[in-house]
C-alpha cells in the first residue's frame, strides 16, 4: 500500500507484513511475561504486570526486576541479534544454510572464550571479551579469504564451512588442553544458557543491538535489490561490495555480542528467517507451493529470533523445570531436526 506524507515523502507498506511483525511482536512479549512468571516461585500474567509498573511486594519485585527480567531481556535481545543476522547472511550467500552458526562465526566466538578460559582463567567479562574478540577475528579472516574482486556467496559459503571445521577442531584441542574445572566451565559456556543472566550482560548487549540492529534495517532496501543481481543492483544505484561489507561486518558484531552474552546457542540464526518468510510472506510462484517470497525480511527475522528464544528457555523450564535444562540443548535438538527438512526441502526442490 502506497503512503505519501504531507512534506511529499513516499512510501509503501506491506500491509501483511506490518500485520506479521506486530503479531511478533506481541507474541514475544507474552511469551516474555509467561517467562518471568515461571520458576520455583510462580507468578500469574497480572502479578508480572503489576510487578514491572512498579507494584507487587518487595519480594516480587526483587524477583521480578533483579533475578528474571535481566534473563528475559537477554533472550529478547540475543535471539533478535542472531535472527536478523541470519536472515543478513542468508541474503547475501543467497543461501538458506548460510547461517553464522553453520559458517563458524560462533565456533570463532568459542575459540576466543575458551582461549581466556584455559589460559588466562578469566572471569565473566573476560570470557565475555574473549568471545566477542574471537567472533569478530574469525569474520575479518573469512572476509579475506573470501574476497575476490567482492565477496560472491557461494565462495563465502565455502570458506565459512571450511572455517568453521577448523575451528571446532581447534576447539577439541583446547578442550584437552584444560584442566577438569576450566573443561566444565568451557563446556557449560559452549552449550548455551540464559541462566544466571544479570544487568551486567544487558547494559552492553543493548548498547550494541540499539546501534547494529537499527543500521541494519536501513540496509533493508538495498540488500533486497541485490537478490535481483549484482549488475541490477548496480543498475539501480545501489554500491554493492559497500552494502554487503557494512551489513556482514554489522552483523558478525551482532552475533560476536550475542554469543559472549548467552554463549553460541545453535540454530536460532538459520530458522528464524526462514520462518519469518514463511509466516508472513505467503506469495508462492505457480508450481511452487512452499517457496517463500524472496527479500530479507529483516525486522520479522529480528522478531522470529527473539520469540524463538525465549519461547525455547520457557518450554525448557516447563518441561525440565528452572535451570535444568540449558536452552542451547533445546534449540539444538529442533534446530538439527528443521535443518534435515530443510535440506530435504532444497533437494526435493533440486536447489542442492
Same mark, same amino acid.
Given at each position: 500500500?502506497?503512503?505519501?506524507?504531507?512534506?511529499?515523502? $513516499?512510501?509503501?507498506?506491506?500491509?501483511? *507484513?506490518?500485520?506479521?511483525?506486530?503479531?511478533?511482536?506481541? %507474541?514475544?512479549?507474552?511469551?516474555?511475561?509467561?517467562?518471568?512468571?515461571?520458576?520455583?516461585?510462580?507468578?500469574?500474567?497480572?502479578? #508480572?504486570? $503489576?510487578?514491572?509498573?512498579?507494584? =507487587?511486594?518487595?519480594?516480587?519485585?526483587?524477583?521480578?526486576?533483579?533475578?528474571?527480567?535481566?534473563? #528475559?531481556?537477554?533472550?529478547?535481545? #540475543?535471539? /533478535? /541479534?542472531?535472527?536478523?543476522?541470519?536472515?543478513?547472511?542468508? &541474503?547475501?550467500?543467497?543461501?538458506?544454510?548460510?547461517?553464522?552458526?553453520?559458517? =563458524?562465526?560462533?565456533?570463532? $566466538?568459542?575459540?576466543?572464550?575458551?582461549?581466556?578460559?584455559?589460559?588466562?582463567?578469566?572471569?565473566?567479562?573476560?570470557?565475555?571479551?574473549?568471545?566477542?574478540?574471537?567472533?569478530?577475528? &574469525?569474520?575479518?579472516?573469512?572476509?579475506?579469504?573470501? +574476497?575476490?574482486?567482492?565477496?560472491?556467496?557461494?565462495?563465502?559459503?565455502?570458506?565459512?564451512?571450511?572455517?568453521?571445521?577448523?575451528?571446532?577442531?581447534?576447539?577439541?584441542?583446547?578442550?584437552? !588442553?584444560?584442566?577438569?574445572?576450566?573443561?566444565?566451565?568451557?563446556?557449560?559456556?559452549?552449550?548455551?544458557?540464559?541462566?544466571?543472566?544479570? +544487568?551486567?550482560?544487558?547494559?552492553?548487549?543493548?548498547?550494541?543491538?540499539?546501534?547494529?540492529?537499527?543500521? %541494519?534495517?536501513?540496509?533493508?532496501?538495498?540488500?533486497?535489490?541485490?537478490?535481483?543481481?549484482?549488475?541490477?543492483?548496480?543498475?539501480?544505484?545501489?554500491?554493492?561490495?559497500? %552494502?554487503?561489507?557494512?551489513?556482514?561486518?554489522?552483523?558478525?558484531?551482532?552475533?560476536?555480542?550475542?554469543?559472549?552474552? /548467552?554463549?553460541?546457542?545453535?540454530?536460532?540464526?538459520?530458522?528464524?528467517?526462514?520462518?519469518?518468510?514463511?509466516?508472513?510472506?505467503?506469495?508462492?510462484? !505457480?508450481? @511452487?507451493?512452499?517457496?517463500?517470497?524472496?527479500?530479507?525480511?529483516?525486522?520479522? $527475522?529480528?522478531?522470529?529470533?527473539?520469540?524463538?528464544?525465549?519461547?525455547?528457555?520457557?518450554?525448557?523450564?516447563?518441561?525440565?523445570?528452572?535451570?535444568?535444562?540449558?536452552?542451547?540443548?533445546?534449540?539444538?535438538?529442533?534446530?538439527?531436526?528443521?535443518?534435515?527438512?530443510?535440506? @530435504?526441502?532444497?533437494? !526435493? *526442490?533440486?536447489?542442492?
Amino acid at each position: 500500500m502506497p503512503v505519501r506524507t504531507a512534506g511529499g515523502l $513516499s512510501l509503501r507498506l506491506d500491509l501483511r *507484513a506490518l500485520a506479521t511483525g506486530l503479531l511478533l511482536l506481541v %507474541v514475544a512479549l507474552a511469551v516474555a511475561v509467561a517467562l518471568i512468571g515461571s520458576g520455583d516461585y510462580p507468578m500469574t500474567p497480572g502479578e #508480572v504486570l $503489576s510487578t514491572l509498573t512498579g507494584g =507487587g511486594n518487595p519480594g516480587q519485585a526483587f524477583i521480578v526486576q533483579d533475578l528474571r527480567l535481566p534473563r #528475559v531481556l537477554v533472550g529478547l535481545m #540475543v535471539g /533478535a /541479534a542472531f535472527g536478523i543476522s541470519g536472515a543478513v547472511f542468508q &541474503t547475501v550467500s543467497r543461501n538458506p544454510l548460510g547461517s553464522p552458526d553453520v559458517l =563458524g562465526f560462533a565456533q570463532g $566466538s568459542s575459540v576466543g572464550a575458551l582461549v581466556v578460559i584455559v589460559y588466562f582463567q578469566g572471569g565473566t567479562l573476560a570470557v565475555a571479551a574473549g568471545a566477542v574478540v574471537g567472533g569478530v577475528f &574469525t569474520g575479518l579472516a573469512i572476509f579475506l579469504l573470501a +574476497w575476490k574482486r567482492g565477496i560472491q556467496g557461494y565462495r563465502f559459503v565455502l570458506v565459512g564451512i571450511g572455517a568453521s571445521a577448523m575451528l571446532y577442531a581447534l576447539v577439541l584441542y583446547l578442550l584437552t !588442553k584444560a584442566n577438569i574445572f576450566e573443561a566444565t566451565r568451557a563446556t557449560t559456556w559452549m552449550t548455551g544458557s540464559l541462566n544466571g543472566r544479570d +544487568w551486567s550482560q544487558v547494559w552492553p548487549l543493548a548498547a550494541v543491538c540499539v546501534v547494529l540492529i537499527p543500521l %541494519v534495517l536501513l540496509q533493508g532496501r538495498p540488500l533486497r535489490m541485490l537478490e535481483m543481481g549484482d549488475d541490477a543492483a548496480y543498475a539501480l544505484g545501489v554500491r554493492v561490495d559497500r %552494502v554487503r561489507v557494512l551489513t556482514l561486518f554489522a552483523s558478525v558484531l551482532l552475533v560476536a555480542s550475542a554469543t559472549a552474552a /548467552a554463549g553460541p546457542i545453535s540454530f536460532v540464526a538459520l530458522t528464524a528467517p526462514q520462518l519469518a518468510r514463511r509466516l508472513g510472506l505467503p506469495r508462492f510462484r !505457480k508450481g @511452487a507451493r512452499n517457496a517463500p517470497m524472496p527479500g530479507p525480511n529483516l525486522l520479522p $527475522s529480528a522478531l522470529m529470533g527473539a520469540v524463538l528464544l525465549v519461547a525455547a528457555d520457557w518450554v525448557s523450564q516447563w518441561l525440565f523445570g528452572a535451570d535444568q535444562l540449558p536452552v542451547g540443548v533445546l534449540t539444538g535438538v529442533l534446530g538439527g531436526g528443521y535443518l534435515l527438512w530443510l535440506l @530435504a526441502t532444497e533437494r !526435493k *526442490a533440486g536447489r542442492v
